[in-house]
């Protein structure tokens, strides 16, 4: 749980970074608070990753509602970036107009010169578009920790599983079954 907890902060820090560097001047404010909500889901990672395999029932189970709200959180997130990379998208087709097709054909540096506002609008996008895929592989991530948190839980509970069988505690994680998709 400590390695997924870790890549899972590695994450939010790669996607906290590339936010604090979008320059903006609308939507700032968004971008401010989408970081302020992804330093809360740090916060509950570093939490989840303490989780002991003899730890506290209700600490485990309240480790768990944690998580889920962590996903609403994120999914808060992604909804206010995807907004914010739709209006550059369209902030960008505006500027450029009938010259977009052109102005693609051009190196970066020439796109820079040629219309800085255009290449402005099309780096928030980039930006805010890896942001969202970086979102993605975070769900299944923070999907991956929930689950291992729940298999401990289960083992040490000597909950069975749906086939009977009783989940067994161990270190090696890679053959372990998950709830995740």
Do not use: W
Request: hydrophobic letters at 40%; one cysteine or more; proline letters at 2%.
């Amino acid at each position: 749980m400590q390695q997924q907890a870790r890549l899972i902060e590695q994450r939010l820090q790669t996607i906290n970074h590339v936010l604090g560097g979008i320059a903006l001047t609308e939507g700032k404010e968004t971008i401010d608070q989408a970081i302020t909500q992804l330093n809360l889901v740090a916060d509950t990672i570093r939490i989840a990753a303490q989780v002991e395999t003899n730890a506290e029932e209700t600490f485990i189970q309240q480790v768990l509602s944690d998580l889920a709200r962590c996903k609403l959180k994120l999914s808060s997130v992604a909804h206010q970036l995807e907004e914010l990379k739709t209006q550059a998208a369209d902030r960008y087709r505006m500027e450029l107009g009938d010259e977009k097709a052109n102005f693609e054909k051009l190196s970066l540096i020439m796109q820079q010169q040629t219309n800085a506002a255009a290449f402005q609008h099309k780096s928030v996008f980039d930006e805010l578009k890896l942001c969202l895929e970086e979102k993605a592989h975070l769900m299944g991530e923070l999907m991956d920790l929930k689950s291992s948190i729940e298999h401990e839980r289960f083992a040490r509970l000597g909950i069975p599983t749906g086939d009977g069988a009783v989940i067994a505690s161990t270190n090696d994680h890679g053959d372990r079954p998950t709830l995740s998709p």
